[in-house]
């Protein structure tokens, strides 16, 4: 006798969905979203259809821990493309700037990113004074003494010799102005565009390019090639890291140029919480897909690979 027949459901047409990586990559700085954690960061970058992400580093461990990091990668679909060196000491890692650099780019090694974006070294410190209500910056004092061996670092061979060792990309960021009684000058060392030319491989930041009034398309077409990676916000006139088209910078033609100049390297969405609707995840996550929209429509991208991505990558984290 037969067993009795197995009752299945109906089965459901099944949608194939290919995905061609752009040639230019639009990644989100895990930084946008550092108020509600690394997990929720590559969340979200899932869910508006990022191509992946720049893991900043900073104090939490959960921001340099390759084996969880790399389970986020696997649950979400969104691989790290880039991580950024910690700006500031962190617990458990070397003070030394160095020192740090060499830890992050190992940890880029570790988890499969192609490039590691620093910071160009401190010229002040500040000296803050509390009063009137705000802590007020005074920016006398040297830089700390590690940053001076760092600046001799980038130019002396330092820098060449690590690069030499690894296949990571290590792009030095320009940073942006500062003002002290109305008048605009550089906290850091190495900032000046003939400074930062003389170093091989670079990140442009575009909302630090509006603090000094330049454009970006301009400063890119000096810089040449030595431009491998890309920090795309706007600039209000006073706050940086600005959501893409609600500042000064013509971000649109910045990078229309990118894509005529045939640049190769990742374009990374770095905001400030500050500017994102994050208590409200519907409102965020439009927001969030707005950006990588703006820079899909104006890449030349077809933005229609957004929607694909984005059904790719829920159909792997179930959102």
Same mark, same amino acid.
């Given at each position: 006798?037969?067993?009795?027949?197995?009752?299945?459901?109906?089965?459901?047409?099944?949608?194939?969905? &290919?995905?061609?990586?752009?040639?230019?990559?639009?990644?989100?700085?895990?930084?946008?979203?550092?108020?509600?954690?690394?997990?929720? *960061?590559?969340?979200?970058?899932?869910?508006?259809?990022?191509?992946?992400?720049e893991l900043l580093? +900073?104090?939490?461990?959960?921001?340099?821990?390759?084996?969880?990091?790399?389970?986020?990668?696997?649950?979400?679909?969104?691989?790290?493309?880039?991580?950024?060196?910690?700006?500031?000491?962190?617990?458990?890692?070397?003070?030394?700037?160095?020192?740090?650099?060499?830890?992050?780019?190992?940890?880029?090694? *570790?988890?499969?990113?192609?490039?590691?974006?620093?910071?160009?070294?401190?010229? &002040?410190?500040?000296?803050?004074?509390?009063?009137?209500?705000?802590?007020?910056?005074?920016?006398?004092?040297?830089?700390?003494?590690?940053?001076?061996?760092?600046?001799?670092?980038?130019?002396?061979?330092?820098l060449d010799a690590?690069?030499?060792?690894?296949?990571?990309?290590?792009?030095?960021?320009?940073?942006?102005?500062?003002?002290?009684?109305?008048?605009? &000058?550089?906290?850091y060392a190495l900032?000046?565009?003939?400074?930062? *030319?003389?170093?091989?491989?670079?990140?442009? +930041?575009?909302?630090?390019?509006?603090?000094?009034?330049?454009?970006?398309?301009?400063?890119?077409?000096?810089?040449?090639?030595?431009?491998?990676?890309?920090?795309?916000? +706007?600039?209000?006139?006073?706050?940086?890291?600005?959501?893409?088209?609600?500042?000064?910078?013509?971000?649109?033609?910045?990078?229309?140029?990118?894509?005529?100049?045939?640049?190769?390297?990742?374009?990374?969405?770095?905001?400030?919480?500050?500017?994102?609707?994050?208590?409200?995840?519907?409102?965020?996550?439009?927001?969030?897909?707005?950006?990588?929209? &703006?820079?899909?429509?104006?890449?030349?991208?077809?933005?229609?690979?957004?929607? *694909?991505?984005?059904?790719?990558?829920?159909?792997?984290?179930?959102?």
């Amino acid at each position: 006798m037969l067993p009795p027949r197995q009752r299945y459901p109906p089965a459901q047409a099944l949608r194939i969905v &290919f995905v061609i990586p752009p040639a230019i990559p639009v990644t989100l700085s895990t930084g946008s979203l550092y108020t509600l954690g690394t997990a929720r *960061a590559f969340e979200h970058a899932a869910r508006a259809g990022y191509d992946g992400v720049e893991l900043l580093i +900073d104090d939490r461990w959960d921001t340099r821990q390759p084996e969880y990091l790399k389970r986020l990668t696997d649950q979400h679909a969104v691989p790290i493309l880039s991580v950024h060196s910690p700006f500031v000491t962190i617990s458990g890692w070397p003070r030394d700037e160095v020192q740090r650099i060499e830890r992050t780019v190992a940890l880029a090694e *570790a988890v499969g990113a192609r490039t590691v974006n620093v910071h160009v070294p401190y010229r &002040f410190s500040d000296l803050t004074i509390s009063g009137l209500g705000k802590p007020i910056l005074f920016p006398f004092l040297p830089p700390p003494q590690d940053h001076r061996r760092y600046a001799r670092w980038l130019l002396d061979g330092g820098l060449d010799a690590l690069q030499a060792r690894t296949p990571v990309t290590i792009a030095v960021e320009n940073l942006p102005s500062r003002r002290f009684l109305g008048v605009r &000058f550089s906290r850091y060392a190495l900032n000046s565009w003939e400074e930062i *030319a003389l170093i091989p491989s670079l990140c442009l +930041d575009t909302t630090h390019c509006g603090t000094w009034d330049a454009d970006p398309t301009e400063i890119f077409e000096r810089l040449g090639n030595r431009v491998k990676h890309v920090h795309l916000s +706007d600039w209000s006139g006073r706050y940086q890291h600005q959501p893409v088209g609600t500042g000064l910078i013509a971000l649109d033609r910045f990078l229309r140029h990118l894509k005529e100049r045939n640049y190769t390297g990742i374009v990374v969405v770095e905001l400030t919480p500050l500017s994102l609707p994050v208590k409200d995840e519907n409102k965020l996550a439009r927001e969030l897909r707005r950006n990588l929209e &703006f820079c899909r429509q104006h890449l030349g991208q077809n933005t229609d690979s957004v929607q *694909a991505s984005t059904e790719v990558k829920r159909q792997v984290v179930g959102v």
